[in-house]
């Protein structure tokens, strides 16, 4: 079977998750039996390899991520490893683009899902926020105080020696709640749904894990790909990541809307343009 073949398998088995009426349960498994599909796909071209003696073809896609360091491209290296690819970072100036090293249905399957989940968070986040900056503009608007321990408007205070304490934690009061942009709330909703959806990907993985033929399939291909960056690329300089904080109301709200993303992308497995 070719990849194109497994490419539009694959991509009837995702138009299950598009139906409106689906629920996540019902995209979870259609996400399932296509990632079990591409699973089989690469067993069988290991297979065919072995007979003819000729490695699986390898290449790389090039994907722009946006600004350095954003959750752009957390999400993508997180989709890339999942579907047995290795992704890695070239940044120019203040840009990153990542690249996606692997077998060509692979690839295919890391774009499509990368571009039906941002689309999915842009979606999300913009609701989000518009809910929480009305909140934001009406409380301040009525001169609500603000705790920055529980990150809320507390619902009672206590007065001492003076000053105002939240009823909950105790912590001095502000007069008004620090004005909270829209980009900063935005960036810690996403680092927080990509965590989820991170941990969505782990459990899927680990079921498929104790079959042992997947697990010499990722060793496989993980020296594939090695070999692939090591020959096209030379040896990678290990980056440094920096530590950040973000607002913890915001994190966890997308940490808990991160459980809504659908994870199976449109019918569009093939449809991703490399760009250099």
Request: glycine share 6%; hydrophobic share 40%.
């Amino acid at each position: 079977m070719t990849n194109e073949d497994i490419v539009e398998r694959i991509r009837k088995l995702l138009r299950l998750a598009e139906d409106a009426g689906a629920t996540e349960a019902e995209a979870a498994a259609a996400l399932e039996r296509a990632n079990a599909l591409l699973i089989r796909h690469n067993l069988s071209m290991d297979a065919i390899a072995v007979s003819t003696g000729e490695q699986p073809a390898v290449g790389e896609r090039h994907i722009h991520a946006g600004w350095a360091g954003s959750w752009r491209g957390s999400l993508l290296g997180i989709l890339a490893r999942h579907n047995f690819c290795s992704p890695f970072i070239s940044r120019q100036g203040k840009r990153d683009t990542v690249i996606v090293v692997g077998r060509p249905a692979n690839v295919d399957a890391t774009h499509a899902m990368y571009d039906w989940i941002t689309d999915q968070l842009e979606r999300i986040a913009s609701e989000e926020w518009l809910l929480v900056n009305r909140v934001q503009r009406e409380n301040r608007m009525s001169g609500k105080v603000w705790c920055p321990d529980c990150e809320d408007w507390p619902a009672a205070t206590y007065r001492e020696l003076g000053r105002l304490h939240c009823s909950r934690c105790d912590t001095r009061v502000l007069p008004t709640r620090p004005v909270v942009h829209g980009f900063s709330w935005k960036t810690a909703f996403y680092r927080g749904a990509v965590s989820r959806i991170y941990s969505r990907l782990q459990e899927q993985r680990k079921a498929a894990q104790a079959d042992a033929p997947v697990t010499a399939l990722m060793l496989r291909t993980e020296q594939e790909n090695a070999d692939w960056i090591r020959k096209q690329h030379g040896e990678l300089r290990t980056g440094k990541s920096r530590r950040r904080r973000y607002l913890a109301n915001a994190l966890e709200r997308g940490q808990h809307r991160g459980d809504e993303v659908t994870l199976a992308p449109q019918p569009r497995l093939t449809g991703g343009t490399a760009h250099a």
